[in-house]
């Protein structure tokens, strides 16, 4: 059985085993089955694992792009590159929102129900987007890279690849000992994979076993709107986006991408999945490194379809709540700032209510509405990060395509890349 096939039977064992200590009122708080269980071994697991996911992503994404930028060789095409994924990014976020505005906006989701605010919620500042953009440039990038900034570490290695590649011959022995290490890292990515099967049961088993299902009963028509958008997003408009600029079969793209997905559902956290987006996007997709090293940690800071998804969706379920009547001019204004917040914060769990904040301030919609909709946020975390890295690697492979860097024969093999526990056996001396 190969690893996929592992860690989906892992996240449905998970999903029965949470649900049946939800429903059967064993987390209780404590009970032993929570306290020894749910927050002590799931817990441990879990949180391991995804501090492992974690540890692998600045060294990964620092040599890759190292790696990726003295292998494309020109600083135009670079740009080209950086240009094509941007404005895909932006698309597809704006499509996203605005696609959930208007079903959320027919459906009238919200209007005439009466949920209580049960939590209280209090808004977070999102940085100013000024302020993004000057922090793209570290002070230090070693501590850049010891907080996980994304957007610094992406600039500091592309400068340092162009520097590279500008002192020239001289300077091959550094690409070469990047690329070495580049291999060792992808070989660590492996290590850690194999131990998934278990890490996801835990996560998903501890995220089940701790979800409000009295909440999700009141909740239940934004829950089933939200995820009916997520997934119509997720295997139609990617899938056209992704057919109209590559051509590429969406059916192969859906099935190789799953393991990611998997990742992304069970972490929250499209930060966290970049070493698996990345070893997924290149080695079972064949998406030429120079481009994947940029597009995917790149997508995982900006690019948030599902998240913009949620924004929209919670906008329009809140107005109707309230009776608030936005507007035309008012859902613009959604439609924008969501764009924005998007790049300015960076894939981590529940980032999305903080940026849902940012949106309601400024059009002037109740901050306690986001305590309403808090209690199921967990779950639906778990489903637009999905979404997001979806989306991070549907650009990959358009841009990836249309600078000739993607590996057809890769792409069209099931069998490119996928991972079978005997890949991290160490090879006989
Ligand atoms: N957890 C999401 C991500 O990492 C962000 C969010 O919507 O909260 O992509």
Redo the contacts with the bound molecule.
Sequence with gaps: MNLTAKVIIGMAIGIAVGLTINLMGLNAEGSLINEYVVNGLFHVIGKMFVNALKMLVVPLVLFSLICGVCGIGDIKLLGRIGTKAFGLYMLTTTIAIATAIAIAGSIGIGKGMNATTTSEFSGKDAPALSQVIIDIIPTNPINAMSQGEMLSIIFFAILLGISILMVGKKARPIIDLAELLNEVMMKMVNIIMALAPYAVFCLIAKAMANLGMDLLGQLIGYVLVLIGILLFHLFVTLQIVLKIFSGLSPKIFLKKIRNAQVF?FS???????IPITLRTVTERMGVGNSVASFTVPFG?TIN?D??AI?QGVATVFIANLYNIDLGVAGYLTVIMMSVFASIG???????????LSMVFAQVGLPMEGIGLILGV?RLL??V??AV??SGDAVVSTIVAKSEGNLDIAIFNDPDAGTLNTTDVKPLPS
């Design positions: 992304a972490t929250s956290s499209s930060n966290a999945t995982a948030m599902g998240t949620m914060t960076a894939g981590v769990p529940g980032v999305g209510l903080i940026m946020d975390d778990m637009r990060t997001n890295v």
